[in-house]
């Protein structure tokens, strides 16, 4: 294992399956000569030229029919969108044509177009920079979405991502770009659609995604000093997901709290809570809840974002209405 930013493993990746496959190629605003906005492409430019690290136009559509168009024809695009906000923009080559080319055509075509992006708030980066989509894109057949929250996972899923043969949407949290954590040495991979189980605990199951997996495990440790044992879930990969680990977990502890970024209204905690209702509701010992932010746009004043953001505070309250504390 080595110690890596977050921000260090996705940029690890994308110099692994560059120098892997001439196929590769990256392609988005700013990420050549200045390495990024983020400095997520930093020194990609200058390793393997204008060819294979491309700057483009400030036109999300246009770049994004690009790649649906060198994907198509046998290349490999990572296309970075600067921030989740300004996919809104190009959502006609995601959704009427990356992700039903393949089906349209009988398998004729592939579309392997991995877009990076940035999403989530705590930057008081204001409403048009600090929103969480994911919800949207889990809705369209033919996309998969991804939502790493460490940098080990950043680096597994993102080289998975790259090679598999459908467009994958791939969310990093601006919040986490100077996460540092262990990362393994040498070739590996995470397979899409595989959650993992963060923390082991037996009294109540948090499902929980992205940065908020972080908010999870503070309050587990908080809410284990108070004699409840938390299991933290992360899905990883949004879509598809991995109901059958968060299942597993569930009847376990016979206890369900749903935690995300976006706004609770329609969000991805309530496809979960409605998969876990129908298939697992034996097993509850109470109702489930779910933890996410208003439905209201992004505050940018910083006090003002933070009282907007679900907190670990918000899970441990949770919790805390439907376990009792063990003394």
């Known amino acids: 294992m080595k110690e890596l930013r977050y921000v260090r493993a996705v940029n690890e990746a994308l110099d692994e399956e560059l120098g892997r496959d001439e196929r590769v190629f990256l392609l988005g605003e700013d990420v050549g000569v200045p390495g990024g906005t983020f400095a997520v492409t930093k020194g990609l430019y200058e390793k393997y030229g204008p060819k294979r690290v491309r700057?483009?136009?400030?036109?999300?559509?246009?770049?994004?029919?690009?790649?649906?168009?060198?994907?198509?024809?046998?290349?490999?695009?990572?296309?970075?969108?600067?921030?989740?906000?300004?996919?809104?923009?190009?959502?006609?080559?995601?959704?009427?044509?990356m992700a039903k080319a393949r089906y349209m055509f009988g398998g004729q075509y592939q579309v392997p177009v991995t877009i990076l992006t940035l999403a989530g708030a705590g930057l008081a980066a204001g409403p048009h920079h600090s929103q969480s989509?994911?919800?949207?894109?889990?809705?369209?057949?033919?996309?998969?979405?991804?939502?790493?929250?460490?940098?080990?996972d950043a680096k597994g899923l993102l080289k998975a991502a790259i090679r598999d043969d459908n467009p994958v949407l791939f969310i990093q949290h601006k919040a986490l770009?100077?996460?540092s954590g262990p990362v393994p040495e040498g070739e590996y991979l995470i397979p899409l659609g595989r959650a993992e189980v963060k923390r082991e605990g037996?009294?109540?199951?948090?499902?929980?995604?992205?940065?908020?997996?972080?908010?999870?495990?503070?309050?587990?440790?908080?809410?284990?000093?108070?004699?409840?044992?938390?299991?933290?879930?992360?899905?990883?990969?949004?879509?598809?997901?991995?109901?059958?680990?968060?299942?597993?977990?569930?009847?376990?502890?016979?206890?369900?709290?749903?935690?995300?970024?976006?706004?609770?209204?329609?969000?991805?905690?309530?496809?979960?809570?409605?998969?876990?209702?129908?298939?697992?509701?034996?097993?509850?010992?109470?109702?489930?809840?779910?933890?996410?932010?208003?439905?209201?746009?992004?505050?940018?004043?910083?006090?003002?974002?933070?009282?907007?953001?679900?907190?670990?505070?918000?899970?441990v309250r949770a919790v805390r209405e439907i376990v009792s504390p063990r003394r």
Not at 74 to 86: A, N, Q
Not at 235 to 260: N, Q, Y
């Open 55 to 97: 700057d483009t136009p400030i036109s999300e559509s246009a770049f994004m029919g690009l790649a649906l168009g060198a994907a198509m024809t046998g290349l490999r695009p990572v296309v970075e969108v600067m921030f989740m906000d300004f996919i809104t923009v190009c959502m006609d080559p995601i959704i009427n044509h």
């Open 202 to 315: 037996k009294d109540a199951t948090v499902v929980v995604t992205s940065a908020m997996v972080h908010q999870a495990l503070e309050a587990a440790q908080q809410l284990e000093r108070e004699g409840v044992s938390l299991e933290v879930v992360d899905p990883r990969t949004v879509s598809p997901l991995d109901m059958e680990t968060i299942l597993a977990s569930v009847r376990k502890t016979g206890r369900l709290v749903v935690a995300h970024e976006a706004v609770r209204f329609c969000g991805l905690g309530a496809e979960i809570a409605a998969q876990v209702a129908e298939e697992a509701l034996d097993y509850l010992d109470a109702p489930i809840k779910r933890v996410a932010a208003p439905f209201a746009p992004i505050p940018m004043s910083p006090p003002l974002e933070k009282a907007y953001l679900p907190s670990a505070a918000d899970i």
């Open 133 to 152: 989509l994911e919800a949207w894109f889990c809705h369209i057949p033919g996309l998969k979405v991804v939502m790493p929250s460490t940098p080990a």
């Open 177 to 179: 770009l100077r996460l």
